[in-house]
């Protein structure tokens, strides 16, 4: 009976919020109050992760759930990281290139947000994925060139010790220094910039994907009402 | 506290052989707030949780990590994203990076690397 009610709120707010957000699309182009898109990156950033926030405490609310400060019980965090994240199989999914098989779940109220937000939860999950982890490839790429691998060679002998084996964690001013003295910091430099290049040219449809998409969340989100009631702030120490 | 009784827990399971397999359907046994890291693949094994940045893992997990997920709590000026590293103190590499919500049940390449990790407001 409960999971009853909940599940036809959760329609009522759904269907609310859609009609909320499709009626807010259209704007006079130039009128009195049309939203705009901040122009730093930082400041666009912010208006996406508020917006997100604001979706997805909507959408906890509309599953009678609160996103508070205070500590759960092991139980009721369970049911609450249902909500959040979703449950079930996981839905999206990505490999990168570096081997790894990102997961995550569709029926959580952060991808509905992120599907109110994004137009496309499915193709923004593949890009931003990948996006985010753009770096994390050049820099595994990078670990491949004879270069780099001469200069790691040059860095372990210049933090083993001339008595007894390299200990297994340099103290951190040995490891500086031997970063200096064996070109391992000016090597990675020059590599990750030229591998960050080379992994932006095999990823351009993602690329272009994600800027795509990240443009239509941000009129979106420059479009959202003004807040309801405060939120209280989630706590992340 | 949660760090000195992971520590203890860790310490204790130590000589015990696999325990708390995560469940194969539904999110990851991690607390939400939490990222985690598991010495097997698929969220199973021993798990290391933290709410903050760790620039040294313990020597039980670091370098037999096999799974991670992110369940950090998104919110406005918030660092919800984590960045893991091959190298202590953020050092050497970023094997991976994860916003709130995903999760890697296995990485041939960066299975049993990972030494540390930080929060960031992006990747």
Redesign the interface.
């Known amino acids: 009976m409960l999971r009853t009610a909940a599940r036809a709120r959760r329609a009522a707010i759904v269907a609310a919020a859609s009609l909320l957000l499709s009626g807010c699309t259209v704007v006079a182009p130039g009128g009195v109050g049309t939203p705009t898109v901040p122009v730093t990156r930082a400041a666009q950033d912010e208006l996406l992760r508020s917006a997100e926030h604001r979706l997805v405490v909507d959408c906890l609310r509309g599953r009678g759930i609160t996103l508070s400060a205070r500590p759960r019980a092991p139980d009721d965090d369970r049911v609450f990281r249902a909500a959040l994240f979703g449950a079930g199989p996981r839905e999206l999914s990505v490999t990168l290139a570096t081997g790894a098989t990102v997961t995550a779940h569709e029926d959580g109220c952060l991808a509905i947000a992120r599907q109110r937000l994004y137009g496309d939860q499915r193709r923004w999950f593949r890009a931003q994925v990948t996006v985010d982890n753009l770096r994390a490839e050049a820099q595994a790429r990078m670990r491949t060139d004879p270069a780099h691998r001469a200069a790691l060679a040059r860095w372990t002998r210049c933090a083993t010790p001339p008595l007894g084996p390299r200990p297994d964690r340099p103290a951190p001013a040995v490891a500086a220094r031997c970063d200096r003295e064996s070109g391992l910091d000016a090597v990675r430099k020059r590599l990750e910039a030229a591998e960050m290049a080379e992994v932006r040219t095999l990823h351009r449809d993602e690329l272009a994907t994600y800027r795509q998409l990240r443009d239509r969340a941000l009129r979106r989100a420059a479009e959202l009402p003004a807040s309801g009631p405060p939120v209280e702030r989630p706590h992340l120490s | 506290m949660k760090r000195l009784l992971a520590t203890a827990a860790a310490a204790l399971l130590a000589t015990t052989a696999g325990f708390a397999l995560a469940g194969s359907?539904?999110?990851a046994e991690?607390?939400?707030?939490e990222f985690c890291v598991w010495q097997e693949a698929n969220f199973g094994g021993q798990r290391a949780n933290w709410?903050?940045d760790d620039g040294?893992w313990e020597s039980w997990i670091s370098d037999t990590d096999s799974s991670w997920a992110n369940?950090?709590?998104?919110?406005?000026?918030?660092?919800?994203?984590v960045r893991v590293y091959e190298s202590?103190?953020q050092?050497g590499?970023?094997?991976?990076?994860?916003?709130?919500?995903?999760?890697?049940?296995?990485?041939?390449?960066?299975n049993d690397r990972g030494d540390s990790h930080t929060?960031a407001?992006?990747?």
């Open positions: 359907a539904g999110a991690c607390p939400s707030g709410s903050g040294w369940h950090g709590i998104s919110g406005p000026g918030i660092k919800d994203h202590a103190w050092g590499s970023m094997t991976i990076c994860l916003a709130p919500g995903q999760e890697v049940g296995y990485n041939g390449a960066a929060w407001t992006g990747c």
